[in-house]
T-cell receptor, first 116, second 112 residues
């Protein structure tokens, strides 16, 4: 079974530029998550989708960050304009979305963003 | 969200058991205890989870205190590949959102 795919793996941009990240979840997974992980910290949930609807975006800085999940499969996360403090690893995860006790999240390798 | 407390770092020798502690004194009755780990330069991966009873799987064992205010992840024989950050997470229920809130975790170093 193929895992969660993310691209690009690395990105370097100047502040005030825009950037987009792409995620392809595990086939059949209804729930998709985007996390931000700053160096030395645990991942922080930015947004959660159930199919193509948003379940939780309470920690998404909506003035500069946006995300969409077209047709309930792939997703893109965009930052416009980027700030220095956006330098982090952006992780995508997916889960089957069941209401059971597990609903294990499977993570991709992440995109390391450096903002200069 | 209910909070967990873990040591910042721990060290172990290869092929010895490792006990990673986690305190969660404000856990509620419906919170499950999940453990994930993050190997260097990778995304986190699921390790194990439990509610009240001790749990075993091919990766590890989870021992949960009777009052559920603490738990211990047990790696029976540490290998170099087990060097990672281990996160103890309480899975909070909120509507349809079974979110995971990660702390800083415990950095496990395994010495050869």
């Amino acid at each position: 079974e193929a895992g969660v795919a993310q691209s690009p793996r690395y990105k370097i941009i100047e502040k005030r530029q825009s950037v987009a990240f792409w995620c392809n979840p595990i086939s059949g997974h209804a729930t998709l998550y985007w996390y931000q992980q700053i160096l030395g910290q645990g991942p922080k949930l930015l947004i959660q989708f159930q199919n193509n609807g948003v379940v939780d975006d309470s920690q998404l800085p909506k003035d500069r960050f946006s995300a969409e999940r077209l047709k309930g499969v792939d997703s893109t996360l965009k930052i416009q304009p980027a700030k220095l403090e956006d330098s982090a690893v952006y992780l995508c995860a997916s889960s089957s979305g069941g209401r059971g006790t597990t609903d294990t999240q499977y993570f991709g390798p992440g995109t390391r963003l450096t903002v200069l | 969200d209910a909070k967990t407390t873990q040591p910042n770092s721990m060290e172990s020798n290869e092929e010895e058991p490792v006990h990673l502690p986690c305190n969660h004194s404000t856990i509620s009755g419906t919170d499950y205890i999940h453990w994930y780990r993050q190997l260097p330069s990778q995304g986190p991966e699921y390790v194990i989870h439990g509610l009240t009873s001790n749990v075993n799987n091919r990766m590890a064992s989870l021992a949960i205190a009777e009052d559920r205010k603490s738990s211990t992840l047990i790696l029976h024989r540490a290998t170099l590949r087990d060097a990672a950050v281990y996160y103890c997470i309480l899975r909070a229920r909120g509507g349809s959102n079974y979110k995971l809130t990660f702390g800083k975790g415990t950095l496990l170093t395994v010495n050869p």
